[in-house]
């Protein structure tokens, strides 16, 4: 394949488009999180993340995992989580059988804000993803974002 292959010409526009549908989305759901409960979308994501583990009251997950888990590297996550911390969104403690390993736990007040939060986030993705539907660039990204949902909920 050289640089001007139609196939990487395609690939190229296709990246293009999925990573433009990505920006439109995440702006949208920023600006109605920040909006209505000054919150952000990486702090929506890591407090939705930590609720769904299953290891403890409001779910734990070691530093490296919430780095993982909202691609951030391990010192924006620490930022990220000390800022959630000092708003009592989020708690730090030593793993108890490992001294050198950190959990991260969401605590009640994190529990409240992502339960109050949910529909603002649900609403703006879904007016997200019906405004790009209408761009025939991302009408088809749209549809296999929308795919995966029906497939999700079937299962």
Do not use: F
């Not at 990573?19 to 759901?29: D, G, K, P």
């Not at 920040?34 to 939705?48: I, M, V």
């Not at 109050?116 to 549809?143: F, K, M």
């Amino acid at each position: 394949m050289t640089a001007t292959d139609p196939a990487l010409t395609a690939l190229s526009s296709g990246w293009g488009a999925l990573s433009l549908l990505h920006s439109r989305i995440e702006a949208h759901v920023e600006r109605a999180l920040q909006s209505g409960h000054g919150l952000s979308a990486r702090e929506y994501s890591l407090l939705d993340v930590l609720s769904r583990q299953h290891d403890g009251d409001g779910g734990h997950l070691q530093m490296k995992q919430v780095a993982d888990a909202v691609v951030l590297s391990q010192s924006a996550t620490t930022r990220l989580v000390t800022r959630m911390e000092d708003r009592g969104l989020l708690s730090r403690y030593l793993c108890p059988t490992d001294r050198r390993g950190i959990y991260t736990n969401v605590t009640a007040a994190g529990l409240e804000l992502l339960r109050e939060a949910r529909p603002t986030n649900d609403i703006a993705l879904r007016q997200a993803l019906d405004e790009a539907a209408g761009n025939p660039e991302l009408a088809s990204l749209v549809a296999a974002v929308e795919a995966v949902e029906t497939s999700a909920q079937s299962a």
